[in-house]
């Protein structure tokens, strides 16, 4: 901000630089209870990085444009949120990566909402920068406590479905609107009779003229409870609960659980407030809850303006989610491996360490805090089986909507080649071989007894998702490669 006349006392009135008012000290030294947060800041041309990162840090703290005499009336310089450290953003020139420490009384405790609006509230108008991107934050123990976090996890979701040792499979129902409850339900029926464990609503299936909710609800429990039968295996759906209000939510969900489902599914874009009532209500009626990010690249995918996914898969794990849609790397959407293997640490483990390679900026102490599931989908096929498994790991639930309902044999078919792919791939991968050098060999000894998977391997054989990732880690490797 151009600033006339030199200041006076930093209380007297008049428009002084972020800087001087107190948002900036690099000797300051972040306490184990602050909230911090890593921005990657371009200012406008002409603009002081400094300046911009003191700016970030008053304006997404306690500042306004000019000296308040105000201040003198709270603890300001406790409150003051402080850039501690700036550093050039390697191989970007004109961006820096801003660290800004919040203390803790700055925020309500058990509130996404009340982070967020602080956090990123306002501050990403502002004038002098060009962009602003919320990298990453550390979260303190302090402040995680006053979260429940996923109501059911990783272990409890398995003992629930009584299902150990692989991931588990799903599927999307396609096309995603327009079919009428009663062939909603045969698409659910014939993907979990041959060998699914989950299916699910797309994020756009609420309550529309071609199929009202109750409608659909009964029809998938009904295809549920069927191939339960049929297969002796625990079966789901997530049936999205998504609504215009609350009210309708939770009606919606408290029908789910009069059916007996054992999960329900909540859009991102229900908001955070939505989502932490949904949590609690999931908590209460031991319900699993899956959240599809809907919406999310809006905001998450540019490396210079935004926020990173990884910041709201951290938000997620705090709001309470049991299941996040985290990437699948060779689908058809968005998704870097090392960007997306820190979005599936976040998730999955207790503690984060620092790992700026796959965008960790912080180590994170989840203090307790169940673990979500992540879950890959979008554009996904069985022929991908020993690349999904290698770099996502075993907790994980893969999603094939398309590769599922897109088999030429039917549905039950597709169903059947992705059951046999994945377990053919954790026998190989428990027996010790390389399953990412001999995959196709894998595969293709199996499907000679499995001709829905010969048939998958066919159809899909030359499909890559092969494009360059818009959202890549930026750091300087400390490791010295020979
Ligand atoms: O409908 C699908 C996938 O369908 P299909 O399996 O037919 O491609 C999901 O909405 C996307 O996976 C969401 O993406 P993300 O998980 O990245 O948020
Ligand atoms: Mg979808």
New binding site residues.
């Given amino acids: 901000m151009n600033v006339a006349s030199p200041p006076r006392g930093r209380y007297d009135a008049g428009v002084m630089k972020y800087k001087e008012m107190g948002y900036f000290d690099l000797d300051y030294q972040p306490k184990q209870t602050d909230i911090l947060a890593c921005f990657r800041v371009t200012p406008q041309e002409g603009v002081d990085p400094e300046e911009a990162a003191a700016a970030v840090a008053g304006e997404s703290s306690t500042a306004t444009w000019t000296v308040v005499w105000t201040d003198r009336l709270t603890a300001a310089d406790m409150y003051r949120a402080k850039c501690y450290r700036i550093d050039p953003v390697p191989g970007a020139p004109g961006s820096w990566f801003a660290y800004i420490a919040y203390d803790l009384d700055l925020f309500e405790p058990g509130s996404i909402v009340n982070l967020s609006a602080s956090i990123i509230g306002n501050v990403f108008g502002f004038k002098p920068l060009k962009a602003l991107r919320l990298e990453d934050m550390r979260l303190p123990v302090a402040y995680v406590k006053t979260f429940d976090g996923p109501a059911t996890g990783i272990v409890v979701e398995r003992e629930r479905l009584d299902k150990f040792g692989r991931p588990l499979l799903g ?2 129902v ?1 096309p ?1 609107l327009g079919l009428s409850g009663r062939n909603y339900g045969r698409v659910v029926y014939e993907a979990l009779k041959g060998g699914l464990d989950f299916t699910k609503d ?2 756009n299936i609420n309550s529309q003229p071609f199929m009202h909710w109750r409608d659909r609800f009964l029809y998938c429990m009904e295809a549920v409870n069927r191939a339960q039968a049929m297969t002796g295996e625990v079966k789901g759906t997530y049936l999205n609960v998504s609504a215009g209000t609350m009210e309708d939510m939770y009606e919606r969900a408290e029908f789910a659980k009069q059916l007996g489902s054992t999960i329900i599914m909540i859009d991102l874009v229900i908001g955070y407030t939505a989502i932490q009532s949904m949590s609690k209500w999931a908590r209460r009626n031991d319900m699993i809850l899956h959240l ?3 919406g ?1 690249s809006t905001y998450t995918r540019q490396k210079s303006h935004g926020v990173s996914f990884r910041v709201i898969a951290k938000w997620m794990r705090l709001a309470g989610v049991d299941h996040i ?4 790397v060779v ?5 870097d491996p090392a960007t997306t293997a820190g979005y599936y640490d976040i998730c999955r483990e207790p503690y984060n360490r620092e790992q700026l390679e796959h965008g960790l900026f912080f180590e994170q102490d989840w203090a307790g805090l169940r673990r979500m599931m992540p ?6 096929h069985a022929g991908q089986m020993h690349q999904l498994l290698t770099l996502l790991g075993e907790d994980v639930v893969l ?5 599922t ?1 897109g088999h030429p044999m039917g549905i039950a078919a597709g169903a059947i080649a992705n059951r046999v792919a994945l377990e053919c791939m954790v026998l190989a991968r428990n027996e010790g071989r390389d399953i990412m050098a001999e995959g196709p060999d894998i595969l293709a000894a199996a499907a000679r007894h499995c001709t829905p998977l010969a048939q998958a391997l066919e159809v899909w054989k030359d499909v890559t998702f092969d494009y360059a990732s818009t959202d890549t880690p930026d750091f300087v490797s400390t490791v010295s490669v020979s």
């Fill in positions: 599927a999307t396609k995603k797309d994020e599809h990010r809907a999310h849609h985290a990437g699948t689908g058809k959407l968005e998704g879950v890959a989908s979008g554009g996904i999603q094939f909507g398309g590769g309902i």
